[in-house]
């Protein structure tokens, strides 16, 4: 279904035996992609959290992007913090607290909370923006064709939902009627959650799908265009931006940019990971 679409995610840079499947039948996307990534230029390898993680592939030895500080400020929602007792929530407590939410009004339309779905101790988190309707009906994020394409992302990189080594989460956890753009307030709202999720998950490489999801991580009103290729921090974690695969589906050429945003998370979340083998641990 997926190469009826035009889609061929294959493994880049997951190791060797990848990498000779990669070179005898490359995606039409990688080599320009990685070739024609914007600002991917070698520099200082980007700062790393310290989060330890059972190695899912052999460290793959490049240079990235350096980090840098988060984009201009967006002035319609404050910076959410995670005060009260939602910091301290384990994930059951967590979960709870999400399914019974009425902090905001989109829990008046909803008919399931979206809280998350994969591997709590991960490597790698996915952020999107909200659940549309499939992921408002099945409680989970990303189903339907786009949740099918961004499978087939992970695959490529040797990650699944179900398998282990991702965890996947939106900013929001309802449903905004009629799949509108929400309110700063609601995700001012909302990405508490969020928030002790990543800090629950200490995920060594967080990537963001969508522009609404980009836009309210980073607080910025920048395009993805313009922010992509670059490596960012969120709450201290590594963060690249890539486009929403639904987006893709509409504009199959862009699976080029979106083959080179996963080559570069790549290289970061290799480097985050070598970075913590050999960091010495406590006797
Ligand atoms: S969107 Fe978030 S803050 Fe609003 S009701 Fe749902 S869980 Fe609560």
Same mark, same amino acid.
């Given at each position: 279904?997926?190469?009826?679409?035009?889609?061929?995610?294959? !493994?880049?840079? #997951?190791? =060797?035996? $990848?990498? %000779?499947?990669?070179? /005898?039948?490359? @995606?039409?996307?990688? &080599? *320009? +992609?990685?070739?024609?990534?914007?600002?991917?230029?070698a520099?200082? !390898?980007?700062? #790393?959290? =310290?989060? $330890?993680? %059972?190695?899912?592939? /052999?460290?793959? @030895?490049?240079?990235? &992007? *350096? +980090?840098?500080?988060?984009?201009?400020?967006?002035?319609?929602?404050?910076?959410?913090?995670?005060?009260?007792?939602?910091?301290?929530?384990?994930? /059951?407590?967590?979960?709870?607290?999400?399914?019974?939410?009425?902090?905001?009004?989109?829990?008046?339309g909803?008919?399931?909370?979206?809280?998350?779905v994969?591997?709590?101790?991960?490597?790698?988190?996915?952020?999107?923006?909200?659940?549309?309707?499939?992921?408002?009906?099945?409680?989970?994020?990303?189903?339907g064709?786009?949740?099918?394409?961004?499978?087939?992302?992970?695959?490529?990189?040797?990650?699944?939902?179900?398998?282990?080594?991702?965890?996947?989460?939106?900013?929001?956890?309802?449903?905004?009627?009629?799949?509108?753009?929400?309110?700063?307030?609601?995700?001012?709202?909302?990405?508490?959650?969020?928030?002790?999720?990543v800090?629950?998950?200490?995920?060594?490489?967080?990537?963001?799908?969508?522009?609404?999801?980009?836009?309210?991580?980073?607080?910025?009103?920048?395009?993805?265009?313009?922010?992509?290729?670059?490596?960012?921090?969120?709450?201290?974690i590594?963060?690249?931006?890539?486009?929403?695969?639904?987006?893709?589906?509409?504009?199959?050429?862009?699976?080029?940019?979106?083959?080179?945003?996963?080559?570069?998370?790549?290289?970061?979340?290799?480097?985050?990971?070598?970075?913590?083998?050999?960091r010495?641990?406590?006797?």
């Amino acid at each position: 279904m997926l190469a009826e679409m035009g889609i061929a995610w294959l !493994p880049g840079l #997951v190791g =060797a035996q $990848a990498a %000779a499947a990669s070179a /005898a039948a490359r @995606p039409v996307a990688s &080599p *320009a +992609a990685q070739a024609a990534a914007p600002g991917v230029v070698a520099s200082p !390898p980007a700062a #790393v959290p =310290a989060a $330890a993680r %059972a190695p899912a592939s /052999a460290p793959v @030895p490049l240079s990235v &992007p *350096a +980090a840098e500080p988060a984009p201009a400020v967006r002035t319609a929602a404050p910076e959410p913090t995670l005060a009260g007792p939602v910091a301290t929530l384990d994930w /059951a407590s967590l979960a709870s607290t999400v399914a019974g939410c009425r902090a905001c009004g989109l829990c008046e339309g909803r008919r399931n909370t979206v809280f998350g779905v994969g591997d709590r101790q991960a490597g790698w988190m996915v952020v999107g923006e909200a659940p549309g309707e499939q992921e408002d009906l099945r409680g989970e994020p990303f189903v339907g064709p786009a949740g099918q394409l961004l499978d087939a992302m992970l695959r490529s990189l040797g990650l699944s939902r179900s398998g282990g080594g991702v965890y996947i989460a939106n900013v929001l956890k309802c449903r905004p009627p009629g799949n509108r753009n929400p309110e700063p307030a609601e995700v001012a709202s909302c990405e508490p959650f969020l928030r002790r999720q990543v800090e629950l998950v200490a995920p060594r490489i967080i990537l963001a799908l969508g522009r609404f999801a980009v836009q309210s991580l980073l607080r910025t009103d920048e395009p993805i265009g313009r922010l992509r290729g670059r490596v960012h921090q969120y709450q201290g974690i590594p963060l690249v931006v890539s486009y929403h695969p639904a987006y893709l589906l509409r504009n199959l050429p862009d699976k080029a940019k979106a083959w080179a945003d996963l080559c570069l998370a790549q290289q970061v979340a290799a480097q985050a990971q070598a970075g913590s083998a050999g960091r010495p641990t406590a006797a």
